[in-house]
């Protein structure tokens, strides 16, 4: 039974969070002005909006994007906060 449970969570472990997939998908990190989160959506302020790959993001878990005059609001399927805070280590 230990074994069996071992093997069930090996294959349910999400994979690490990757930065450069995250701002390819934004556009590069030269592209992202500001972000943060509440729940599950991340905000991000872009400087341009056309930049980004919405297949990429869907990929990546993104379940929609609001786009707002000055920022886009990604709702993601996971909390937002953990890929927050990978994009702003890398646009600090």
């Known amino acids: 039974v230990f074994i069996l449970l071992m093997c069930f969570r090996k294959r349910n472990k999400k994979p ?13 990190k030269d592209n992202i002005l500001s972000t943060y989160s509440r729940g599950s959506r991340l905000v991000l302020s872009l400087k341009n909006k056309d930049a980004i790959n919405r297949e990429d993001l869907t990929k990546l878990g993104t379940k929609s994007i609001i786009e707002m005059s000055d920022k886009i609001t990604l709702v993601l399927n996971d909390d937002a906060s953990k890929i927050n805070d990978v994009i702003s280590e890398k646009t600090e």
């Open 16 to 28: 690490a969070i990757s930065s450069s997939d995250w701002l390819i998908a934004l556009g590069g």
